[in-house]
């Protein structure tokens, strides 16, 4: 199985973080092996990292990605956990998006972050988003 990222992307305020939680949330309730790295904030949508094992493989997501150090930073120690999949946000211009080049070994996979403007929609479309990377973890295992 080569390494593969998946890579959230979309504009700032878009609800990435939000649907990163959401499959966490998701993978948590499936009852698989995980953990959390690093103090979560209270009532805040970004979580520094999260690893869990599903089918004996690890899959290790982080919602920061406003930042390329930040990625880079994340997805290393994602990579020092020996992660198979990694999953991240990152902005859909800008600096964010020379993360790849860090990662030449892996096999990269951009995901659209889906967007409307009304919230009570946004909230559907996150978990259908949430649903498409957990159903793209499942065919990549």
Known sequence: MRK??????????SG???TLRILRNKLEKKKYFYLIHGKEKKNCKEFR????????KLIGITSYGDKLEIIKEYLKILENFNCNI????CRSR?????????FSSYRIEFVKKR?????SKQNKLNNSDANKIYKRIKEIL
């Open 4 to 13: 593969s990222i998946i890579v959230l992307q979309g504009i700032s305020c």
């Open 86 to 89: 990694l999953i991240c946000a």
């Open 49 to 56: 990292l999260f690893v869990v094992a599903i089918e004996g």
């Open 115 to 119: 967007i409307i403007d009304i919230v």
């Open 16 to 18: 990435k973080s939000s």
């Open 94 to 102: 800008g600096e964010t998006l020379d993360f790849p080049k860090y």
